[in-house]
């Protein structure tokens, strides 16, 4: 028999991913561990609104999502335990600047970057929905088909409420096609 155990969020873990952002024309960058997909361009950024980077956010409407891998995390680790307003931050990661002005760490597998189209409030968090603008990857995570390989990535997951950092793992079976043995 299932447990009521109140309105937990169950839905982790998800990827770990540090965002990006001009602050005050510096960049500064955040580890989230909030972000979601609402569709096959759009995202969303859940921060919470005492964050420093939110700042630059709201004042450029531009973001990176850079995911993290094992090679990262440390790094991006620390870009969580301290917040911009108190530590300047944009040394922690190599980085590159995109035309729109946009700070991506040259060491993240995968960058996003993203245009806010609208923010979300509710009580202590501000959700930034975004536009993805442009998807930048490095080749080895590449499949021969030029799209991500999630088994070369290998992103880092992040699970709440353990606070605790999960490495992907094996592959189980092929999406839309389990169902359909199973009908037979």
Same mark, same amino acid.
């Given at each position: 028999m299932k447990k009521n155990i109140g309105n937990a969020l169950a839905l982790y873990p998800t990827p770990l991913v540090v965002v990006g952002a001009m602050v005050e024309g510096k960049p500064n960058w955040l580890l989230v561990g909030h972000v979601g997909i609402i569709g096959h361009d759009h995202v969303m950024v859940s921060l919470a609104s005492a964050?420093?980077?939110? /700042?630059?956010?709201k004042a450029n409407q531009k973001l990176s999502?850079?995911?993290v891998d094992e090679a990262l995390l440390a790094k991006a680790d620390h870009s969580g335990c301290v917040s911009g307003s108190k530590e300047d931050k944009s040394t922690l990661f190599d980085y590159t600047v995109d035309e729109?002005?946009?700070?991506?760490?040259s060491q993240a597998?995968?960058?996003m970057v993203c245009s806010v189209e609208d923010i979300y409030s509710t009580p202590g968090f501000e959700s930034f929905i975004c536009t993805i603008d442009a998807t930048y990857a490095e080749e080895g995570v590449l499949s021969g088909d030029g799209k991500i390989d999630y088994r070369a $990535? /290998?992103?880092? $997951?992040?699970e709440m409420p353990t606070y605790e950092y999960l490495r992907?793992?094996?592959i189980i079976g092929k999406c839309m096609s389990l169902g359909r043995e199973q009908a037979k």
């Open positions: 964050h420093y980077t939110n /700042k630059g956010i999502i850079n995911i729109a002005g946009v700070p991506m760490i597998p995968v960058t $990535l /290998k992103p880092v $997951l992040f992907t793992g094996d």
